[in-house]
């Protein structure tokens, strides 16, 4: 009868740190629904964005990707993103993909554009972006640019009219 009594102390206990954690999990993801409204836009490439990403803007969380469609009639990346009330975009906004780290996700980042231009209202588009870059891709050109300036150029190119450099004799041992 003791033991029994301690088994469900024990499971009581590990139920409260479980519910404990998801409810702090919960609250500190930021995962609760964004009011607001919603802006589109175009993108060649959206490589590594998911539904929930973060929208950001100068770092700070502003919304989030609400959807991602291929339009069958150009072939791009239709993204719906959910914004926050209060935060106003001019029709000259830019969207940007973004990686959060080496090895982290994405996010959009959106600067929101300026001066007389007017506000983006609910369901319209921003027009100005920039796709998704792919690490594997940029490492690639990264190291191809640097094996081609490693490679060393015949003498006939490397200065005209200029005589190649005189050999040098190895010591005899």
């Known amino acids: 009868m003791h033991r029994s009594l301690i088994e469900t102390v ?5 139920l409260a740190v479980a519910v404990f954690f998801l409810i702090f999990g919960y609250t500190e993801t930021n995962e609760t629904a964004v009011g607001g409204y919603t802006i589109k836009a175009k993108f060649s490439r959206v490589d590594g964005v998911k539904i929930g990403d973060e929208i950001r803007m100068f770092g700070v969380r502003i919304g989030s990707v609400a959807s991602l469609e291929l339009d069958p009639t150009d072939y791009l990346v239709q993204m719906t993103m959910n914004i ?3 935060i106003k975009l001019h029709s000259d906004a830019f969207a940007a993909i973004n990686t959060a780290g080496l ?3 994405k996010f959009v980042a959106i600067d929101p554009g300026g001066g007389e231009d007017e506000i983006l209202k609910s369901g319209d ?3 100005f972006v920039q796709d ?3 690490l594997d891709e940029l490492v690639e050109k990264i190291v191809g640019f640097a094996k081609s300036s490693r490679t060393p150029k015949p003498a006939a190119e490397a200065a005209p009219g200029a005589k190649p450099a005189p050999a040098k004799k190895q010591p005899v041992k």
């Open 103 to 105: 090895f982290s996700g």
């Open 125 to 127: 588009a921003i027009a």
């Open 132 to 134: 998704s870059v792919i």
């Open 10 to 14: 024990l499971g009581a206990a590990v």
């Open 84 to 86: 926050n009330d209060g």
